[in-house]
């Protein structure tokens, strides 16, 4: 098939390939007993709790579920005492990653993250369009240094505010990258200035 029917962003994608599951180890190898810690898996089976959950679920599969998932949403609301609104649901990190990838990202804007790392972080913004800069890890850790230097490259002001972004939102952001007092590291933003950043870029 042509590639001229795709995308171009998505032609130089390379599938991933997720962990082999138990059979097929057991199969290769010839073992009896296997105990597979990658992919975000443990040898635990679900908390009783869970599987009570889900056979409660069982008599209505012939239903779609809430995509909006208003139960789950209300009681994170509730829990950190924030609006419902505020919170935003998905399959797992690959699903929030996709979803902020939709709607931030535009084609030839800039990402910068640590490398390696999750790769749906370089995955997502490449489906988009999006231009991956790779940062490589300092003694198995983000180097934060680093990626501020790239930060700093990538940054686009005027495209910010053009989103809607408000001058408080992205003051630390703009002190950051003009190697003002704040330094760019999670811990030092506040829970109301990364709130209001999110909200901002969930809401262009």
């Not at 959950?53 to 994170?76: F, H, K």
């Not at 939102?169 to 007092?181: L, N, Q, T």
């Amino acid at each position: 098939m042509s590639n001229e029917l795709f995308r171009r962003s998505i032609a130089d994608l390379i599938p991933y390939e997720p962990g082999k599951p138990i059979e097929e180890v057991q199969r290769e190898l010839g073992l009896d007993r296997v105990v597979k810690l990658a992919s975000n898996e443990g040898p635990f089976p679900p908390f009783p709790a869970a599987i009570e959950a889900i056979q409660r679920a069982t008599s209505e599969l012939n239903r779609y579920p809430d995509g909006g998932a208003y139960a789950l949403r209300s009681a994170i609301a509730e829990h950190h005492g924030v609006a419902m609104d505020e919170i935003v649901v998905g399959g797992g990190a690959d699903g929030v990653i996709d979803l902020l990838s939709q709607s931030v990202l535009e084609e030839g804007d800039e990402i910068v993250c640590g490398w390696p790392s999750f790769p749906s972080y370089v995955l997502d913004a490449l489906k988009a369009g999006a231009v991956p800069r790779k940062v490589p890890l300092r003694d198995h850790t983000y180097d934060l240094e680093a990626m501020l230097v790239g930060y700093r490259r990538t940054f686009n002001l005027p495209r910010l505010s053009a989103r809607g972004l408000a001058a408080e939102d992205v003051a630390p952001i703009v002190a950051a990258s003009r190697g003002g007092s704040m330094r760019f590291n999670p811990v030092e933003l506040s829970d109301e200035e990364l709130a209001g950043i999110l909200r901002a870029a969930m809401n262009p």
